[in-house]
C-alpha cells in the first residue's frame, strides 16, 4: 500500500513539473514575439519625431474664375424691318407670303393710286431692302397709306452665339461677360466673345434661359449653323483667397486645411464658399501669406520639410 502511495506522488510531481516547464516555455515565447513585433514596427533610427515632406503653395489674393463649358450653336442676328409703301391707294395685289426670301428690288404688291371717277392706275411697290418675310400684315382690297406696313422681314447680320444655360447661373449672369468658344472644325482655336443679351424669360420645359454673345472679331471661316463649345465666365470674385479643393480635408466633421508653421504641420479650420472642379474660396481661417500643405500625410503637430517643386 505504502509503495502505490509513493509512486503515486512521484507520477504528480512529474507531471506538476511538465506542467510548469510548458508554462515558461509559452510566456517566454509570448514575450519574444511581442518584442520581435515592436522592432518591425519601429526601425531602430526612427523616433517619434519622424518629418515627413510636403508641398506647399502660398496663400495670396487673387481672382476667383469659375467657367461653365456646354454647348452653343452659331446663329446670324436678324433684324426686323417694316416694309411700307411710297403710294397711297387699293391694293390690288400681294406677292409676297410668309416665309418666303426677298431682295432688294423685289416687286412685293401692287397699288392702284386712283380716285373715285380716275382711270386705273396700277403702280408697283418695289422692297429696297433684302430678308425673309416674319408677317404679312395686310391684305388684297385694303386700303393703304404710307405709314401702312406691308410686311415685316427679318435682315440677316452678324454671327452670334446662341446658348441655352441652366437658370441657377442667372444669379451671376451680366451683360458683357467673357467667353471663349471653339469649333469642330478648329478645335485648337479658341475664339472670344461677350454676352450680348439675357432672355427676360426661363424654358418651362428643361429650365434654361437664351444668352446671346457677340463675337469679338470676326472670322470669314466661321458658318451660320455651326455647333460649337462655349465656356462662360460665370462667376468673378476678385481680391479672395483661393486654394486648391484637394488641400481641403476634414476633422470631426468640418473642413480644415494644414499649414506650415515653425517646421511643423498645423491644423487650420476653415470656411469657404464658391469652388470649381479644382479651386475653393475661403473665407474664412486664412488671412493670407500662409504656406498651405497641398501634398503630404501629416497631423496636427507633425514635423516637416518643404520640398521645392
Not at 452659331?74 to 395685289?93: P, V, W
Not at 431682295?103 to 392706275?121: L, M, R
Not at 460649337?228 to 466633421?253: F, K, M
Not at 511643423?264 to 475661403?282: G, P
Amino acid at each position: 500500500m505504502d509503495k502505490k502511495l509513493r509512486f503515486d506522488r512521484i507520477i504528480t510531481l512529474i507531471l506538476v513539473a511538465l506542467c510548469i516547464g510548458l508554462a515558461i516555455t509559452i510566456a517566454y515565447k509570448t514575450l519574444n514575439d511581442q518584442q520581435n513585433a515592436q522592432g518591425l514596427m519601429t526601425p531602430p533610427n526612427e523616433t517619434a519625431s519622424t518629418v515627413i515632406n510636403v508641398s506647399v503653395e502660398s496663400v495670396e489674393p487673387t481672382t476667383f474664375i469659375k467657367t461653365t463649358t456646354m454647348g452653343a450653336e452659331l446663329k446670324s442676328s436678324m433684324e426686323d424691318i417694316t416694309l411700307t409703301s411710297t403710294i397711297a391707294g387699293k391694293l390690288t395685289a400681294l406677292y409676297i407670303q410668309k416665309g418666303d426670301v426677298i431682295t432688294s428690288g423685289d416687286i412685293i404688291a401692287t397699288v392702284d393710286p386712283s380716285n373715285a371717277g380716275n382711270i386705273y392706275k396700277p403702280s408697283n411697290i418695289i422692297s429696297e431692302v433684302s430678308g425673309t418675310v416674319y408677317s404679312v400684315d395686310t391684305y388684297v382690297g385694303a386700303q393703304i397709306n404710307t405709314s401702312t406696313s406691308l410686311a415685316t422681314l427679318g435682315k440677316a447680320g452678324e454671327l452670334e452665339v446662341v446658348a441655352n444655360i441652366s437658370e441657377r447661373y442667372l444669379s451671376t449672369l451680366q451683360k458683357g461677360m467673357k467667353a471663349t468658344f471653339s469649333t469642330a472644325a478648329w478645335s485648337d482655336e479658341s475664339m472670344s466673345a461677350s454676352v450680348k443679351s439675357i432672355s427676360p424669360s426661363v424654358n418651362s420645359t428643361n429650365r434654361t434661359i437664351e444668352v446671346t454673345l457677340s463675337i469679338d472679331e470676326k472670322d470669314d471661316r466661321l458658318k451660320e449653323g455651326m455647333f460649337v463649345r462655349l465656356s462662360l465666365i460665370t462667376e468673378q470674385i476678385p481680391n479672395s483667397l483661393v486654394i486648391p479643393s484637394d488641400a481641403i480635408s476634414t476633422y470631426l466633421g468640418e473642413p480644415v486645411v494644414y499649414i506650415v508653421q515653425e517646421g511643423k504641420a498645423k491644423r487650420v479650420a476653415i470656411t469657404t464658399s464658391s469652388s470649381d472642379d479644382n479651386k475653393s474660396v475661403v473665407t474664412s481661417g486664412l488671412v493670407g501669406g500662409e504656406q498651405i500643405i497641398v501634398a503630404g500625410s501629416v497631423v496636427d503637430g507633425t514635423s516637416v520639410k518643404v520640398i521645392e517643386e
